[in-house]
């Protein structure tokens, strides 16, 4: 998951950008407006932690204008404890959800993962494919019911290809999910990961791997019969 955190203060940007990369989460972190709204607009994130005070842009001015341009990226908003009419206007403007300051990151992180859920109408914390089983609770990959072992990065890649099976995916848009724009692009970390992936695989059962090569493009997560 890739989330855009738009935040002036530096020691909240410091806590929730520590917290979400402890999750596994890949972040971009920004510290005023008129730059976050740069990022919000171009780039693809599973999800954008926005502030209302900021400087530049203030956060529902960014909030409605995403809209405006059919941008649809969840939107938690980052609220003053007592400011109803800014988070009245934040959640008719689109917001999607909002948590008042002072809170704690792992309720920040929970709020995510629901929107998550509701986003993709996906409840599971179990993904199944074939002989491939995730368990995003523990963060745990079986293959043959055989946990595989993966690092926390090889972990978000099988992730993301996983989510949506049979569907190809760029090096550029698996590169952006799981290390963030910010890392070097034109470096061939994405087959190298797939690789090493592939290789534990082997070791715990030689069966075929499930994450396929599409030359040329990228990579994609084998669809599998569900009901053989
Ligand atoms: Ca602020």
């Known amino acids: ?13 410091d806590f929730v950008c520590c917290g979400f990369r402890e999750q596994g989460f890949v972040v971009d972190c920004c510290d005023n407006g008129d730059e976050g709204f ?3 607009r171009s ?3 599973s999800a954008i932690v926005l502030d209302i005070m900021l400087p530049g842009r203030d956060g ?3 909030l409605g204008s995403l809209r405006k341009l059919g941008i649809n990226t969840p939107v938690i908003l980052l609220t003053a404890r007592n400011e109803l009419g800014d ?7 689109g917001a999607d959800d909002y948590l008042a300051k002072p809170f704690f990151v792992e309720e920040l992180i929970a709020r995510i993962h629901a929107l998550q859920r509701r986003v993709t109408g996906d409840r599971q914390n179990n993904i199944v494919s074939g002989n491939f089983r995730l368990d995003r609770i523990h963060r745990e990959v079986y293959w043959c019911e055989q946990s595989v072992g993966l690092t926390g990065r090889e972990f978000n890649l099988i992730e993301y ?39 534990k695989i082997s070791l715990v059962n030689d069966d075929e791997s499930p ?13 599998c019969d569900m009901n053989p």
Request: proline content about 2%; glycine content about 6%.
């Open 38 to 40: 740069q990022k919000a």
């Open 211 to 223: 994450i396929e090569s599409i030359r040329g493009v990228g990579y994609r997560f084998k669809k």
């Open 87 to 93: 988070r009245i206007e934040g959640l008719n403007l």
């Open 1 to 13: 998951m890739n989330i855009l955190l738009i935040e002036d203060e530096k020691r909240i940007r």
């Open 60 to 62: 529902l001015s960014i």
């Open 161 to 199: 290809l996983m989510r949506s099976p049979g569907r190809v995916f760029t090096r550029t848009q698996i590169m952006s999910h799981v290390w963030g724009y910010d890392f070097a692009p034109n470096t061939n970390v994405v087959d190298v990961c797939i690789k090493r992936i592939r290789k």
């Open 43 to 45: 780039r693809e994130y």
